[in-house]
């Protein structure tokens, strides 16, 4: 939720803007955040606050950009501004986030759902939407805020889908967006390094944690300072830890004709296909995100192609 904490530089921000119009304060917005996010960024961040606060979709705004604030909105706006100004994540500010047409909560012990990550969804959705399956079961690891296990419920219904995670906090979070959502997924605490179960999966997804320690100064602050480190990083010495545990798993847990799904880190393509051939894997498929980048990986069980 929003942070009402510097009354001070509020108040001295209100004193000098006790009236003001929606385009000015767009101004103000990308004058005060273009050297922290750039320009696109910036104007895409006030898009976010100003729908937020005001109700107004973005092609809407540019419409209204002449009307006066009131003195509340502005208030909560210039709130926002000053968090987003020490690198605050605009989710977490908001305390929700977008995600394959759904609205999530999120909060610092979560992972803030990525576009990469829908893309993951979505290749799971178009493999599977018509395959008609009954008692069907899907396990997701490592579910954070619930976005995968969540969506793939919501587009998958006739799936029973369950959802790991080491984090009771984070699994309090997925909870609530579930029954926001209106959807049922099994959620259970585990860490998947130790994770035993005797059911059989048709899917199994993972988006882990991948980043190595040597990756941290190519991140921005804002990620590095505010999100959960837990589900960011791995060791430069075994960076594929998780993969390799998942790996195990799913030679053990998914059915014949089963499908493992992941989000890979860019630079680590070849080793983690590397490391699913040594395991036996043969039916490999390497697909790029929207940005080019080696992104996600499916693995099916059987050697049968498409």
């Not at 709130?79 to 394959?100: C, E």
């Not at 008692?135 to 619930?146: E, M, P, R, V, Y």
């Amino acid at each position: 939720m929003i942070d009402y904490v510097n009354v001070e530089m509020l108040w001295l921000q209100l004193s000098n803007f006790t009236t003001m119009k929606i385009g000015a304060l767009a101004t103000q917005y990308k004058i005060e955040l273009e050297s922290i996010y750039g320009d696109d960024e910036a104007e895409a961040l006030f898009s976010l606050a100003a729908e937020h606060v005001l109700g107004i979709s973005p092609v809407k705004l540019r419409m209204v950009k002449d009307n006066s604030l009131t003195f509340i909105n502005l208030q909560k706006l210039l709130s926002i501004l000053n968090d987003l100004k020490i690198g605050k994540p605009i989710q977490h500010i908001l305390g929700v986030a977008h995600f394959y047409g759904g609205i999530f909560e999120v909060n610092s012990h979560v992972l803030i759902p990525r576009p990469e990550t829908e893309e993951l969804v979505d290749w799971i959705i178009q493999d599977h939407k018509l395959s008609g399956a009954h008692h069907a079961k899907l396990l997701d690891i490592g579910t954070g805020s619930g976005c995968i296990p969540i969506s793939l419920k919501k587009h998958l219904p006739d799936f029973e889908v369950f959802s790991i995670d080491v984090s009771a906090e984070a699994l309090e979070v997925a909870n609530r967006n579930a029954q926001a959502i209106d959807v049922e997924v099994k959620f259970i605490e585990s860490d998947i390094l130790d994770y035993k179960t005797d059911l059989k999966f048709d899917i199994i997804v993972s988006n882990p944690p991948y980043i190595r320690e040597l990756e941290k100064l190519e991140m921005h602050n804002n990620v590095v300072m505010h999100e959960p480190h837990l589900a960011l990083f791995v060791s430069n010495d075994n960076p594929l830890i998780f993969y390799e545990a998942i790996a195990d798993l799913s030679i053990q847990n998914l059915n014949p004709k089963g499908s493992l799904y992941l989000e890979i880190n860019e630079y680590l393509s070849k080793e983690t296909i590397d490391m699913l051939s040594a395991k036996g894997f043969k039916n490999i498929t390497l697909t790029k995100d929207m940005q080019g980048k080696d992104r996600m990986i499916r693995v099916k069980i059987s050697d049968e192609t498409e």
